[in-house]
């Protein structure tokens, strides 16, 4: 389980080149594909929901385009009102037991200004010390109406 209280940047740091190094060591097809435009990743995450890191793609992609407005925000802030009170009975219980894992089959991102998106996840935990992490890397994919939310 992860500690409780604030992170700083140097904690979120430390997360993303963790990750990347978890990038680095994936066969070169896997790693090409995560460079791709469809790929976006929102960094890190604490055990809390708290959003520490996004990439830039992430931020675009969500219309964030300054980090304050969503650094120290809960992840349900990027989740359709109608699905957050089960996303975050589903994360707890993801921080029991954080394997690698696709969420569900598809699941729907809210950007600022409301527009829904829909999107293939897969959380990825990571260790940081004694500090832990969970890294949500997504897939924009075609919306074609609506979704199973996992």
Do not use: W
């Not at 009975?89 to 950007?111: E, F, H, K, W």
Request: hydrophobic fraction near 40%.
């Amino acid at each position: 389980m992860m500690s409780e209280g604030r992170y700083s940047m140097e904690d979120a740091r430390s997360a993303v080149e963790a990750l990347s190094f978890e990038f680095a060591s994936l066969p070169r097809f896997v790693a090409q594909k995560l460079v791709s435009n469809r790929i976006t990743v929102i960094s890190t995450m604490t055990e809390e929901g708290r959003i520490i890191a996004l990439s830039e793609r992430a931020k675009k992609i969500f219309k964030y385009p300054k980090e304050q407005e969503i650094l120290g925000k809960p992840v349900e802030i990027l989740i359709p009102i109608r699905f957050r009170d089960q996303h975050k009975q589903d994360r707890i219980a993801y921080n029991r037991n954080p394997t690698s894992r696709v969420m569900g089959l598809t699941v729907q991102g809210l950007c600022s200004d409301g527009e829904e998106l829909l999107f293939v996840a897969e959380l990825e935990p990571i260790q940081v010390g004694s500090r832990e992490y969970v890294a949500t890397i997504l897939m924009q994919i075609p919306y074609q109406g609506e979704t199973l939310h996992g």
